[in-house]
């Protein structure tokens, strides 16, 4: 197949060839795995009402997919950035030693004194304890830990595979442990062959806070009788990666608001336990964190907002946007905000938008960054080409068709062979994915951005944020590097 060029297509004619594009893709597949994959591959088309793809169904078995499991949605997302709480690895070793520090979740504290987030504990299951049970080995370590570690809040136990194939009472040990060391001790179901990815570990982790951890909120709400103020907010789902949640924070306190929780990004146990206070839950993440704001949007009556930090446009929109739920002081303290950083980010269009106006950019990573990095690529005057989930359901690209023009082109749980071929084919001038791809795209002379945690750079949340995304697109794509090697299709 002759690669595409974008600019010499007419929209219907665009999404004639990526189809066709996608044929060939699956081409080579077995009968059986191409059925399957044809329904996850799809061209956007303008005026439908989503991206006409399936999603959150199981991966093809033998493709190389990026999806992870339940416990690294669980551990590694929801509960493990939760600083002042221990978050033991119930299981081998081996799952909590791939885990540890797997992101950057920056936070403040004491490491190993009063913060635990780059710390790793584990059970260290041995094939005694798969035989005999491991209840009294956690035991035994939560008490150790609580000695250990006397200025922890909590412990979390992360359960992986064999907990759940030999059936650890977890409930009970953390039951019974709590009442010993007077703390929380929440046990999360997560082992990691629940469900078809990482997305469910999200959703058990909710469910555990709704279970473990606001049962205790209420009642000390009821004790203290603890209202707040009118202009009380959490932010829900931000991981802090690189900082992000604290350049999300300032722009929300510049106008007035009052964040009393911020979880799991240098969340700690109290400010969970303070969210059912607010006025309103603003949620980052949609994905990995809608589920427990709907239950508190029907248990306490705490209306959500999701909103987009990345890129001018949208910070702007998504502030307006929250002011809008607040009175005229919060409104007017908005259009302040966002008057005070036009400077700031005219500076920054004016010295990037230049060096990456109409260059084009392919997207596939997890969470929300599929859909919420894209207006920060507009802003710069870069176009997207492609974008996909690693583990999004059908609501996430639903959200997406905001966002995206018509012909893009629609992966979700792509395969390595598959992404490498529309690569190929399509001939993007950056990728923004994630560590798995990271190294193969390089190879193939091809500027790239990890997009899963910043590529050790941000925060890009917030104005700031946005300098530093711009600063470091350029980097990509402007290094003199790429004059040194060529790119396949350039040989």
Same mark, same amino acid.
């Given at each position: 197949? #002759?690669?595409?060029?974008?600019?010499?297509?007419?929209?219907?004619?665009?999404?004639?060839?990526?189809?066709?594009?996608?044929?060939?893709?699956?081409?080579?597949?077995?009968?059986?795995?191409?059925?399957?994959?044809?329904?996850?591959?799809?061209?956007?088309?303008?005026?439908?009402?989503?991206?006409?793809?399936?999603?959150?169904?199981? !991966?093809?078995?033998?493709?190389?997919? #990026?999806?992870?499991?339940?416990?690294?949605?669980?551990? &590694?997302?929801?509960?493990?950035?939760?600083?002042?709480?221990?978050?033991?690895?119930? *299981?081998?070793?081996?799952?909590? /030693?791939?885990?540890?520090?797997?992101?950057?979740?920056?936070?403040?504290?004491?490491?190993?004194?009063?913060?635990? *987030?780059?710390?790793?504990?584990?059970?260290?299951?041995?094939?005694?304890?798969?035989?005999?049970?491991?209840?009294? %080995?956690?035991?035994?370590?939560?008490?150790?830990?609580?000695?250990?570690?006397?200025?922890?809040?909590?412990?979390?136990?992360?359960?992986?595979?064999?907990? &759940?194939?030999?059936?650890?009472?977890?409930?009970?040990?953390?039951?019974?442990?709590?009442?010993?060391?007077?703390? #929380?001790?929440?046990?999360?179901?997560?082992?990691?062959?629940?469900?078809?990815?990482?997305?469910?570990?999200?959703?058990?982790?909710?469910?555990?806070?709704?279970?473990?951890?606001?049962?205790?909120?209420?009642? %000390?709400?009821?004790?203290? +009788?603890?209202?707040?103020?009118?202009?009380?907010?959490?932010?829900?789902?931000?991981?802090?990666? *690189? +900082?992000?949640?604290?350049?999300?924070?300032?722009?929300?306190?510049?106008?007035?608001?009052?964040?009393?929780?911020?979880? !799991?990004?240098?969340? #700690?146990?109290?400010?969970?336990?303070?969210?059912?206070?607010?006025?309103?839950?603003?949620?980052?993440?949609?994905?990995?964190?809608?589920?427990?704001?709907?239950?508190?949007?029907? =248990?306490?009556?705490?209306?959500?907002?999701?909103?987009?930090?990345?890129?001018?446009?949208?910070?702007?929109?998504?502030?307006?946007?929250?002011?809008?739920?607040?009175?005229?002081?919060?409104?007017?303290?908005?259009?302040?905000?966002?008057?005070?950083?036009?400077?700031?980010?005219?500076?920054?269009?004016?010295?990037?938008?230049?060096?990456?106006?109409?260059?084009?950019?392919?997207?596939?990573? +997890?969470?929300?960054?599929?859909?919420?990095?894209?207006?920060?690529?507009?802003?710069?005057?870069?176009?997207?080409?492609?974008?996909?989930?690693?583990?999004?359901?059908?609501?996430?690209?639903?959200?997406?068709?905001?966002?995206?023009?018509?012909?893009?082109?629609?992966?979700?749980?792509? !395969? =390595? /062979?598959?992404?490498?071929?529309?690569?190929?084919?399509?001939?993007?001038?950056?990728?923004?994915?994630?560590?798995?791809?990271? /190294?193969?795209?390089?190879?193939?002379?091809?500027?790239?951005?990890?997009?899963?945690?910043?590529?050790?750079?941000?925060? /890009?949340? +917030?104005?700031?944020?946005?300098?530093?995304? =711009?600063?470091?697109?350029?980097? =990509?794509?402007?290094?003199?590097?790429?004059?040194?090697?060529?790119?396949?299709? %350039?040989?």
């Amino acid at each position: 197949m #002759t690669p595409i060029d974008s600019t010499t297509l007419d929209s219907q004619e665009l999404v004639v060839d990526k189809k066709e594009l996608i044929k060939e893709a699956i081409e080579l597949y077995p009968d059986k795995a191409k059925k399957k994959r044809e329904k996850h591959l799809n061209v956007f088309e303008e005026g439908k009402s989503d991206c006409g793809v399936k999603s959150n169904i199981k !991966s093809v078995p033998g493709s190389m997919t #990026t999806r992870g499991c339940a416990y690294a949605g669980s551990k &590694g997302v929801v509960w493990g950035p939760i600083k002042d709480m221990i978050h033991i690895s119930h *299981g081998p070793v081996g799952c909590g /030693y791939y885990s540890w520090s797997g992101r950057r979740n920056y936070y403040i504290g004491t490491t190993g004194i009063d913060t635990f *987030g780059t710390m790793q504990f584990t059970s260290d299951f041995q094939e005694r304890d798969i035989v005999f049970g491991g209840d009294k %080995k956690l035991a035994k370590l939560i008490t150790e830990l609580d000695e250990l570690f006397p200025l922890n809040r909590g412990v979390s136990i992360q359960s992986e595979c064999p907990i &759940g194939l030999i059936g650890d009472d977890i409930e009970a040990v953390a039951r019974k442990a709590s009442k010993e060391i007077g703390k #929380t001790v929440v046990p999360v179901r997560c082992e990691g062959f629940r469900g078809v990815s990482q997305s469910l570990g999200h959703h058990i982790a909710n469910d555990t806070v709704r279970d473990w951890v606001f049962p205790q909120a209420d009642k %000390k709400k009821k004790e203290l +009788g603890i209202e707040g103020t009118p202009y009380d907010v959490a932010i829900i789902g931000d991981y802090n990666i *690189g +900082g992000d949640a604290w350049s999300s924070r300032i722009l929300l306190e510049e106008m007035g608001l009052r964040v009393v929780a911020q979880w !799991s990004g240098d969340g #700690t146990l109290h400010e969970m336990m303070m969210s059912p206070t607010v006025k309103m839950n603003l949620v980052h993440c949609y994905r990995s964190m809608n589920y427990i704001t709907r239950h508190m949007e029907e =248990a306490y009556g705490i209306p959500w907002l999701e909103y987009n930090f990345f890129g001018p446009t949208q910070i702007a929109a998504s502030l307006r946007e929250i002011a809008s739920k607040f009175d005229e002081k919060i409104q007017e303290n908005a259009e302040k905000v966002i008057a005070k950083y036009e400077p700031q980010t005219k500076a920054v269009l004016d010295k990037f938008s230049p060096r990456l106006k109409d260059k084009t950019v392919a997207l596939m990573v +997890g969470g929300l960054r599929p859909r919420h990095v894209v207006p920060a690529f507009h802003d710069l005057g870069m176009r997207l080409i492609g974008t996909g989930y690693e583990f999004g359901h059908n609501d996430d690209y639903k959200r997406t068709t905001h966002y995206i023009e018509d012909g893009t082109l629609i992966y979700d749980d792509v !395969s =390595a /062979y598959e992404f490498e071929h529309f690569v190929k084919e399509l001939k993007p001038d950056l990728i923004a994915s994630g560590i798995k791809e990271k /190294y193969v795209f390089q190879k193939m002379a091809l500027p790239f951005r990890q997009m899963h945690s910043w590529d050790y750079s941000g925060p /890009y949340h +917030g104005y700031d944020g946005f300098a530093i995304f =711009a600063r470091d697109m350029d980097l =990509a794509l402007n290094s003199p590097t790429w004059g040194l090697i060529g790119a396949p299709w %350039k040989k």
